[in-house]
């Protein structure tokens, strides 16, 4: 019914904004990563928008690009997943880690997730792994890194972890790591994600 809205914020909370358009305010439910993404209140905001339709109420949910949205509407064909879990994965994992998550079966990382088990997690990476197979999708999401690289980083990774970092502070450390600068080493990956988390 609506693609998206674009209007004013009158209200900014971690859950929802109000944006107003001639008048007519619109609550819209958020992930706390759109939340991070818009601005502040009395600023333009668009947001891509789906709409839940129940017997007894209409709720508008809200995301920052196209394609959050499209991977919340993955997350709801999922048995057991309804729209409030769905926005609660998208609030706890980026969408590079929730991609990668699926691809790379990490149910560590998944069940690290307020209100997501073992058994769910498993269930989204059956469900979930041929759509986030999608080229188009990984384009956006996903770094490309060849075979050696990507042992360097699984090095990277699994000594942060063993230092005591949380694992997807370390995974979300990595992939920024990743978009600005070509691995050289493992230890040169670790060097770089402990400075970036201390900063």
């Known amino acids: ?3 998206y809205i674009q209007g004013k914020i009158t209200e900014k909370k971690t859950t ?3 944006i107003e358009i001639n008048g007519l305010g619109f609550k819209i439910n958020i992930p706390v990563t759109t939340f991070d993404k ?3 209140v009395n600023s333009k905001c668009k947001l891509f928008t789906y709409l839940d339709v129940k017997e007894t109420d209409l709720t508008l949910y809200g995301f920052y690009s196209a394609l959050q949205r499209e991977v ?4 709801i064909k999922v048995s057991g997943i309804g729209a409030k879990i769905a926005i609660s994965i998208l609030s706890g994992l980026s969408i ?4 990668s998550s699926i691809a790379d079966k990490d149910v560590t990382m998944l069940t690290g997730i307020p209100g997501i088990g073992k058994k769910t997690a498993q269930r ?3 469900e979930l792994k041929d759509s986030f197979a999608d080229l188009a999708l990984r384009s956006e999401a996903r770094i ?3 075979p050696e690289n990507k042992s360097m980083i699984k090095d990277a990774e699994h000594a942060l972890i063993s ?3 949380n694992r997807r502070k370390v995974k979300q450390g990595i992939q920024n790591f990743l978009k600005n600068q070509k691995p050289t080493s493992s230890e040169a990956i670790v060097k770089n994600v402990i400075k970036s988390m201390h900063k």
């Open 16 to 18: 929802f904004v109000v």
């Open 38 to 40: 818009i601005g502040d």
């Open 124 to 126: 989204l990476i059956v």
């Open 163 to 165: 230092l005591g970092y």
């Open 72 to 75: 919340f509407e993955a997350l």
């Open 1 to 3: 019914m609506f693609e």
């Open 96 to 99: 590079e880690n929730l991609v």
């Open 144 to 146: 490309t890194v060849s």
